[in-house]
């Protein structure tokens, strides 16, 4: 997992062999969130860090998936809109939601890595 970033938002992303990067939930986000019964993707194009992309509900809420960083979503997963059940299952692999080109690839430097992450996790926990 070295080569993921992390957010506070509990979101993953991967850069790709094609530069693109792939972004999903961790595997505390869908723990916290309980069984994943709907995904609504976003659209393609360009949105700003913070947006509102996708929409995920499970037995116990509906939780807003906003995009981490400023970039252009370029793919889907549509895996997920029959079989949802994808993001619990394998939330750092077939449980993507969307892939992207970043408006600035330094972003990524300001992102978490997984140690750091670790740590934001245990913090939060302790707090």
Do not use: C
């Not at 595997?27 to 992309?53: I, R, T």
């Not at 692999?93 to 300001?110: N, T, Y």
């Amino acid at each position: 997992m070295s080569e993921l970033r992390f957010t506070v938002d509990h979101e993953w992303l991967r850069v790709e062999s094609d530069g693109q990067v792939t972004v999903g939930v961790t595997h505390f986000a869908q723990d916290a969130l309980g069984d994943v019964v709907f995904v609504q993707l976003p659209e393609l194009g360009s949105y700003s860090q913070g947006d509102e992309v996708a929409v995920l509900e499970s037995v116990k809420a509906a939780s807003s998936i906003a995009m981490p960083v400023d970039g252009e979503i370029t793919a889907i997963n549509p895996e997920l809109e029959d079989n949802p059940e994808r993001v619990n299952e394998a939330p750092l692999g077939e449980g993507w939601f969307f892939r992207m080109q970043l408006a600035d690839s330094s972003v990524l430097d300001s992102l978490m890595d997984e140690a750091a992450y670790d740590r934001f996790l245990t913090a939060t926990a302790d707090a």
